[in-house]
């Protein structure tokens, strides 16, 4: 048993941060496995076990790089219970997105046209293929993923 549920994301902040604009979406789209809502309401399992997808539209982020190295998007999602079991399984598509991203040392480059899939599996093989135009040259595809997620 799935559902969707369409949330509709105006701007993104970095409170954890500076407060800078992490980015804008069009729309959201969130696939949801309705078969695991008796152990999320049960407090066995975090929320994040519902999910089956996650489509993008039209996203614009800005990611630029820390000075220790850390990217600016990699403290935005955080555990609401670290105590209890759970991750995301599933499909991150996104359609038509724009990337600005600037590394530590100030090189900044520019992502336009980003369409891809990523199907991730933290238990076992993710994989997925993304295309865009960078800086304005075409590249098809940018990045080709297949292996083991490891969160630290």
């Known amino acids: 048993m ?10 993104i902040h970095n409170v954890y941060g500076d407060g800078h604009l992490v980015g804008t979406a069009q729309d959201v789209a969130v696939g949801v ?17 519902a999910i089956s997808s996650v489509t993008v539209e039209s996203p614009d982020l800005h990611i630029w790089q820390l000075v220790d190295g850390s990217w600016s998007v990699e ?42 899939t990523v199907a991730l599996n933290m238990s076992g093989m993710s994989k997925g293929a993304f295309t865009a135009d ?3 040259s075409s590249v098809r595809p940018i990045l080709l993923l297949m292996g083991k997620v490891v969160l630290c």
Do not use: M, Q, W
């Open 33 to 49: 496995k309705l078969s695991a809502l008796p152990s999320i309401i049960g407090g066995n399992t975090s929320g994040a076990t």
């Open 2 to 11: 799935c559902g969707k549920i369409s949330i509709y994301i105006y701007i």
């Open 75 to 116: 403290k935005l999602v955080k555990p609401s219970n670290p105590n209890k079991s759970g991750s995301f399984d599933g499909d991150i598509t996104i359609n038509n997105g724009h990337v600005a991203l600037r590394t530590k040392d100030g090189i900044k480059r520019n992502v336009e046209k980003l369409d891809g």
């Open 134 to 136: 960078i800086d304005g």
